[in-house]
């Protein structure tokens, strides 16, 4: 089945440390995109990629960072520089231009 | 940036009413995105509106892109309790493919 995949589905950190969440797709599609969830606060974009190699800082990229080395994969690592890093994290891919996107289930991440 | 600005934020509705939520932006937008996100769930991808007074209907959802292309609004006829959840608009900012998504209108029904 084509699809994309987030993983874990919950994640617990201590302070201090960094984690990464990994986001898998195979529907090569070529724009990729991490969105940061909190209550009342809709998505909110930190990291996209257009292309292998490449990739942009969103709204909130402060604290995060990410790598694009395949096309399929765009893992989102959470430094120990984000302060408030509790929320639910969903990646997100899109074909190309304007296209819809197609979100993972998401990754829970619980700061312990 | 571009902001798109959903209103109202919350929705709350006895079950079979009618109602509408919109989604504004201060720039001209190149399309809309329209998202479903179950509570507990991922968004999921609703319909694309790219030209100018465009309507769409997916079943009791109506979706309509304004005329200067700088709003849209989602209209949803004889609520039911499966309706329930929160609902994005979503644009893609001018030249980048920076998917922009408005704070979200969550709607509750009361059945």
């Known amino acids: 089945d084509g699809g994309i995949t987030q993983s874990p589905k919950y994640l617990f950190r201590k302070e201090g440390q960094n984690v990464t969440l990994s986001c898998e797709q195979n529907?090569?599609?070529?724009?990729m995109y991490w969105y940061r969830q909190d209550p009342g606060q809709g998505l909110r974009l930190i990291y996209y990629?257009?292309?292998?190699?490449?990739?942009q800082k969103g709204d909130i990229a402060e604290g995060y960072s990410v790598s694009r080395e395949k096309k399929e994969s765009f893992p989102l690592t959470v430094t120990s520089a984000q302060k408030n890093p509790t929320a639910f994290y969903l990646c997100?891919?899109?074909?190309?231009?304007?296209?819809?996107?197609?979100f993972g289930q998401g990754t829970r991440l619980t700061v312990v | 940036g571009q902001q798109v600005m959903q209103i109202p934020q919350y929705q709350h509705v006895q079950e079979g009413e009618d109602f509408t939520t919109y989604c504004n932006s201060s720039?001209?937008?190149?399309?809309i995105q329209w998202y479903k996100q179950r509570p507990g769930g991922h968004p999921v991808f609703l319909i694309q509106?790219?030209?100018?007074?465009e309507v769409k209907k997916q079943k009791r959802l109506t979706f309509q892109f304004g005329e200067a292309k700088k709003n849209s609004s989602l209209h949803i006829t004889a609520t039911q309790t499966t309706d329930v959840g929160t609902y994005f608009c979503?644009?893609?900012?001018?030249?980048?493919?920076?998917?922009?998504f408005g704070k979200g209108m969550k709607l509750t029904v009361n059945p």
């Open positions: 997100a891919s899109s074909i190309r231009d304007y296209a819809e996107a197609f």
């Open positions: 529907l090569n599609h070529d724009a």
């Open positions: 990629s257009q292309i292998v190699n490449d990739f």
């Open positions: 720039t001209t937008l190149s399309n």
């Open positions: 509106l790219v030209k100018s007074g």
């Open positions: 979503a644009a893609a900012q001018g030249g980048s493919e920076k998917l922009v």
